[in-house]
């Protein structure tokens, strides 16, 4: 037994302080979630309606449809990767399935299929220059942003696509009806309204939570982000992973973007714009590694939930609107600066 | 005579216009360690990444058990039986022990691919234990909180489990403290002794002269000797060869 034991970490018995950071670096949702019920308590504290029932539903309405964007891009993120299109595809998918449905005999569901299909492939295209091309996804999704926004400005002219009231449409339904809990009446006064776009948020989320931290793809997606050499030489996909990853995330900015048409009526060329910003911010805060390899979709969810009640929770207060990005900027940089230095603590302690 | 397990023939590499490899053969028998040595840059890595599968060669004859192979991936090579334990490209650091053990091979159960992490943690304790880990280190701890020994270890019991029949070191020893590096070697001369082939490739000559049976030196792309063994030649000859020197004598 010579001295290079010592460097071992196990030993001296490690103080309560340790315990709590060592806890924090394993599990990367935990500040995400102190800081989510700081703010709920601190906004509960100043305006008590914060927490009424209608004031969440009405937050929760808007946030599942960035959260979904989020959760696909938290895998993406998770194998290495990420997508700046995504807020572009957001906008040009609704207006694609709408001027099918205005301007041609398709009906509804096909031209939901087609549209998703357009989402969908460009995705592919994506994956296909980041992979085969080996051109970094930086500079692939940025020029994929403004080809895809250029496309919706120029299929439309600019103008935004009618939609007319898609209410007796089962699709339209399912994508984004709603149902009234313990409420009653038409306002469902007293209770909760739960869009099905939320239900859509919590399955989606369950499964990719599923995928990525129980199954054999979930255990590629890690390692892909993590050690791409070790990766491939253990014989992992790593371009098949990414690629269905970019697709993923692309189908989901579609679905995305019409759901969000359905439910405001209207299929705005330019919807979307900038959402890729505060997408990527919702998975960061959550606490998924932007160079990959660790990636968290409960955290993302936490992420989306923090991002939501901050920009809710700033209105309520008194706080202007415009000084959101204030907060969400300083938000970021807070909690990439736990995340790091939860990581060199755990680097250390090795 | 008894066929060689691996013969690699007349092996050429390019990477665009450096000349890597110049027409290099080798062969390694059954029970058999084989020191590669060389100058850095003398091309052992790339002698190696071409029969692991890791990068493509641009001619020559590659036989295993006598078979012709092609191995165009890293999958035709762990499917022929080559095990590849490379210095620093070999674990993910995120990912625990069991998951990196298995990885790209992973036990799973049903039609979506559920990993059968039970089974995962019990196979990679019983193998950690039988590199000689003998602390307690749960299946479950992420590779980026063991030590540069550890993670030799842990590379080491994947060949194990795999059962490899080739199995492939390069530079494992780098980085290691005495009692680690032992360890490695030990390792080594067990899976000669229970009849697999090791190409052993370290820096340190005195590494090698403790393990290996046969040891085969390159230089410049091309073998220079590969019939030297521990046993006849001294370290002075073998580095002499290393560096060229015993040409210009
Ligand atoms: N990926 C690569 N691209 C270009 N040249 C390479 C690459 N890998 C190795 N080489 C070159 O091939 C030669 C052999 O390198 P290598 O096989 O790594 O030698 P060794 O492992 O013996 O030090 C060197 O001249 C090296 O610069
Ligand atoms: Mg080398």
Known sequence: MTDEKTAAPAGAAPSRDFDLLRRLSATPELGPLILLIVMLIVFTSINPAFLSLNNISNALTFTVELGLIALGMTLLMTSGEFDLSVGSVFGFTAVVMWTLINSTELGMPLSFAIAMGVAILIGAVNGFFVTRLKIPSFLVTLGMLLVVRGSALWLTSGFPQRTWETGQQWLAEVLVGDFCIGGTGDFCSGGLRVYMSLIWFIVIAAMLHYVLTRTRFGNWIQATGGNPAAARNRGVPIRRVKMLLFMLTSALAGLAGIISSIRVSAANPNSGTTYELEVIAMVVIGGTALMGGRGTILGTVLGVLILRLMRNGIVLIGVPGLAYNIFIGAIILGMMALHSALERRHNEGT | ?249
């Open chain 2, 1 to 249: 005579m008894t066929t060689p397990i691996v013969e690699m023939r007349g092996i050429e590499k390019f990477y665009g216009r450096i000349h890597a490899l110049r027409g290099v053969n080798l062969q390694v028998n059954r029970g058999e360690i084989v020191g590669l040595l060389g100058d850095n840059g003398a091309g052992k890595s790339t002698l190696i990444k071409v029969l692991s599968g890791a990068v493509p060669y641009t001619s020559g004859q590659i036989l295993i058990n006598g078979k012709e192979v092609a191995l165009t991936s890293t999958n035709d090579a762990i499917d022929a039986g080559v095990e590849t334990i490379y210095q620093d490209s070999a674990l993910v650091p995120q990912l625990s022990i069991a998951r990196n053990l298995f990885l790209g091979r992973e036990l799973t159960r049903g039609p979506l691919g559920r990993l059968d992490q039970g089974e995962m943690n019990r196979v990679a304790t019983d193998l950690l234990r039988r590199v000689g880990i003998t602390k307690n280190i749960p299946p479950t701890t992420p590779i980026s909180s063991l030590s540069g020994g550890e993670r030799q270890a842990v590379a080491i019991a994947r060949a194990m489990y795999f059962d490899s029949e080739i199995i492939i070191l390069d530079e494992p020893t780098n980085n290691l403290g005495v009692a680690e590096t032992q360890g490695v070697l030990n390792f080594v001369r067990d899976a000669r002794d229970k009849g697999h082939a090791c190409i052993f490739i370290a820096h340190n000559i005195h590494h090698v002269f403790q393990v290996v049976d046969r040891m085969v030196v390159m230089r410049r792309g091309e073998v220079a000797a590969d019939d030297l063994s521990p046993k006849t030649s001294s370290i002075q000859d073998v580095e002499n060869i290393i560096t060229g020197e015993h040409l210009a004598a």
